[in-house]
């Protein structure tokens, strides 16, 4: 068991994804208490069981953001939190990218992120017992790769977002930190194998390959593997970690 996360209450946004659920499973085997967060909860209120609260929520908002916090008073209010959500739009050329598509992708990663930090920290800052938030960024936000240009800003901006934030609240016991998987097996990184591959001319299993050897550990991690990540960062496993961002990405960065 991983120190500190036993009946800690826990916010994991896009609780219903890849990432999301093995998140949840994870920190509710480690004893936490939950607040799972999606646009749709039903198949999460019917497996996660009684320690996890559910909500569907608009994330773009700040309704939906402030909700977060609200939902996690049955559980005598939040500790921590897991800022998962995040949506990969499509490959495209700068020039070719649209205006809606582009408004998509940073109304979910960036917005969707500022307003629920912004919620959690408020809610954080008036109980007084410090805590931690964790971004979900991405390699992608590290470096840039042809036609994911508007999907690797929004990601930039994360890890921006997060290192400003680091600054504002460390001094109050607050952790913040970032974490940036390479490719990681769900539906995302499926979705993304036939967009980039459309987008390069190759099928989606020729892009699949080249994804997957892309790095030194030849596979692509597991959600699950992710999930155990974001529970280290988040734990009192971890206390000195504040404003850091970590990869794990089989070697990408190497």
Same mark, same amino acid.
């Given at each position: 068991m991983l120190k500190g996360l036993q009946g800690k209450t826990i916010l994991v946004t896009g609780a219903a994804g890849g990432i999301g659920r093995a998140a949840c499973d994870r920190l509710l085997?480690?004893?936490?208490?939950?607040?799972?967060?999606?646009?749709?909860?039903?198949?999460l209120r019917r497996a996660l069981g009684k320690d996890a609260e559910c909500l569907a929520a608009d994330l773009t908002t700040a309704a939906g953001a402030a909700a977060c916090v609200t939902s996690a008073e049955r559980?005598?209010? !939040?500790d921590l939190a897991f !800022?998962?959500?995040?949506?990969? &739009?499509?490959?495209?050329?700068?020039?070719?990218?649209?205006?809606?598509?582009?408004?998509?992708?940073?109304?979910?990663?960036?917005?969707?992120?500022?307003?629920?930090a912004q919620a959690v920290v408020r809610?954080?800052?008036?109980?007084?017992?410090?805590? &931690?938030?964790?971004? *979900?960024?991405?390699?992608?936000?590290?470096?840039?790769?042809? %036609? %994911?240009?508007?999907?690797?800003?929004?990601?930039?901006?994360v890890v921006g977002l997060a290192k400003c934030l680091a600054h504002e609240v460390g001094a109050q016991g607050i952790r913040v930190n970032v974490l940036c998987p390479g490719v990681v097996d769900t539906r995302m990184i499926h979705s993304?194998?036939?967009?980039?591959?459309?987008?390069?001319?190759?099928?989606?299993?020729?892009?699949k390959e080249a994804?997957? %050897?892309?790095? !030194?550990?030849?596979?692509?991690?597991?959600?699950?593997? %992710?999930?155990? *990540?974001?529970?280290?960062?988040?734990?009192?496993?971890?206390?000195?970690c504040h404003g850091e961002t970590f990869t794990i990405g089989g070697g990408l960065m190497a």
């Open positions: 085997a480690e004893g936490a208490k939950v607040v799972a967060v999606d646009l749709d909860v039903g198949e559980f005598g209010g !939040l !800022l998962n959500a995040g949506v990969e &739009g499509v490959a495209a050329s700068v020039s070719d990218f649209s205006e809606e598509n582009y408004d998509r992708v940073f109304n979910v990663n960036v917005r969707g992120s500022f307003l629920c809610h954080l800052l008036n109980r007084g017992k410090g805590g &931690g938030i964790l971004f *979900m960024a991405s390699i992608a936000g590290l470096q840039g790769s042809p %036609t %994911t240009s508007v999907y690797n800003a929004s990601k930039h901006a993304l194998e036939k967009s980039m591959g459309a987008a390069s001319g190759v099928d989606a299993e020729t892009m994804m997957r %050897t892309g790095n !030194l550990l030849g596979r692509y991690a597991t959600a699950e593997e %992710t999930a155990a *990540m974001a529970a280290w960062i988040l734990s009192d496993e971890a206390p000195y």
